[in-house]
């Protein structure tokens, strides 16, 4: 960008949680500056990022002076910043509901998928390994049991949370986005309503851009 913005998101787009809130971030318009952290050269384990966020991960934020990490926890500060309905905050039951299943994203999709993920790509292209398929095979069970609890859900409404869009769908996006490249994409023909929900968030502008920006890093 042109002029310095004061908002600083500092990881690899090509992190899933970094993506989740570069997610965020679009869809309130907001004006931001990438801080690229090399994690293969131990980048956010170094004292400067260390200092924003002391469990050494990304990604960290920066907003003026107020410093942030965890992921879920930005996208919300994010959004609530921007005015965004993708919280539902009018409506107590209806934020309760969108809390919910970001929560079942966070412990069922995202926790199975990172461990597909791991192995899929970061194992071969980033550590010169070879994917261990047992590994990959006991977490797309897991992954089954979370997509058929969503096939459930999405017969009965057009979100997770409800007949609305919102962060708890659009949490899951940089996980699918990895899912529909990795050799186990087609697990989703057996989901019908899962496979056309992702479909339709994938072609969401939001995270159109921030894909793009994944797969370019």
């Not at 039951?93 to 995202?110: C, G, I, K, P, R």
């Not at 979370?146 to 996980?175: N, Q, T, W």
Request: one cysteine or more; hydrophobic letters at 45%.
């Amino acid at each position: 960008m042109g002029t310095e913005a004061n908002v600083k998101v500092f990881g690899p787009a090509r992190s899933t949680c970094m993506a989740r809130v570069l997610v965020c971030l679009e869809e309130v318009g907001a004006e931001y500056d990438l801080a690229h952290v090399r994690l293969p050269a131990g980048g956010h384990k170094g004292p400067a990022h260390l200092a924003r966020t002391p469990f050494g991960q990304v990604p960290a934020f920066q907003d003026g002076h107020l410093i942030l990490f965890e992921s879920r926890a930005i996208s919300r500060y994010v959004l609530r910043k921007g005015a965004s309905d993708l919280l539902r905050e009018n409506s107590f039951s209806e934020s309760a509901t969108v809390d919910a299943w970001l929560e079942a994203e966070s412990h069922n999709f995202d926790r199975a998928m990172g461990a597909i993920t791991f192995q899929c790509f970061v194992v071969p292209m980033f550590m010169g390994g070879t994917t261990d398929h047992k590994i990959v095979d006991e977490n797309l069970e897991k992954l089954k049991a979370a997509l058929g609890v969503y096939e459930e859900r999405l017969s009965r409404f057009k979100y997770l949370a409800g007949d609305f869009i919102s962060l708890a769908d659009l949490s899951h996006c940089p996980m699918a986005h990895y899912l529909l490249a990795s050799p186990c994409s087609s697990v989703l023909d057996a989901y019908p309503r899962v496979k056309a929900w992702v479909d339709g968030m994938m072609d969401r502008p939001s995270v159109k851009k921030v894909m793009e920006l994944m797969d370019a890093s």
